[in-house]
């Protein structure tokens, strides 16, 4: 992945994510470390912020029934992504997970659009990066409008959103 990044970005002129957001699971904090841990930026861009991404609960996979699906406590990410800022109200255990109750699709892309609000509202930079699950993949094409499109695991899905005033 930090292979695609390096060479698509000197090969293509990409510009590199200035900000990086990531899911609290933690199969997607290390592909977030593993894909940009060190990214070297093209000649030119030489002012890219150094690497501290921000775990967001809004754009977890779905919620509820499946262990696979709950998030490790605060404690546990911090101690083993410390380069990974937290949320503000970040909570200690998981407060959204519930093992009887499964979130639907519908909700899912309610909460991925009010990551998007918020990230168009309070993040400047042109271009970020989001370490997410296919299943928020796919609840962010229904937030935006895009057609289904299926995701591999371990898959890059360049999108490009732009933002217009209502």
Same mark, same amino acid.
């Given at each position: 992945?930090?292979?695609?990044?390096?060479?698509?970005?000197?090969?293509?002129?990409?510009?590199?994510?200035?900000?990086?957001?990531?899911? $609290?699971?933690?199969?997607?904090?290390?592909?977030?470390?593993?894909?940009?841990?060190?990214?070297?930026?093209?000649?030119?861009?030489?002012?890219?912020?150094?690497?501290?991404?921000? =775990?967001?609960?809004?754009?977890?996979?779905?919620?509820?029934?499946?262990?696979?699906?709950?998030?490790?406590?605060?404690?546990?990410?911090?101690?083993?992504?410390?380069?990974?800022?937290?949320?503000?109200?970040?909570?200690?255990?998981?407060?959204?997970?519930? $093992?009887?109750?499964?979130?639907?699709?519908?909700?899912?892309?309610?909460?991925?659009?009010?990551?998007?609000?918020?990230?168009?509202?309070?993040?400047?930079?042109?271009?970020?990066?989001?370490?997410?699950?296919? %299943?928020? @993949?796919?609840?962010?094409?229904?937030? @935006? %409008?895009?057609?289904?499109?299926?995701?591999?695991?371990?898959?890059?899905?360049?999108?490009? =959103?732009?933002?217009?005033?209502?």
């Amino acid at each position: 992945m930090k292979s695609f990044w390096e060479d698509t970005a000197a090969a293509s002129k990409l510009p590199l994510p200035r900000r990086h957001y990531a899911s $609290p699971h933690a199969r997607c904090l290390e592909t977030c470390r593993v894909a940009f841990t060190g990214l070297a930026p093209p000649t030119g861009d030489a002012d890219v912020p150094p690497f501290h991404p921000l =775990v967001r609960e809004l754009i977890r996979e779905r919620l509820g029934v499946h262990t696979c699906d709950r998030r490790s406590t605060r404690s546990w990410i911090h101690k083993h992504y410390p380069e990974f800022a937290l949320e503000e109200d970040f909570s200690e255990p998981d407060p959204l997970w519930n $093992p009887d109750v499964r979130e639907t699709l519908s909700e899912h892309v309610v909460r991925v659009e009010a990551f998007l609000d918020d990230l168009f509202t309070n993040d400047s930079e042109p271009i970020v990066s989001a370490t997410i699950h296919s %299943g928020t @993949i796919m609840a962010l094409y229904a937030a @935006i %409008g895009h057609a289904e499109v299926r995701v591999a695991p371990g898959s890059i899905v360049p999108v490009l =959103v732009k933002a217009e005033p209502l």
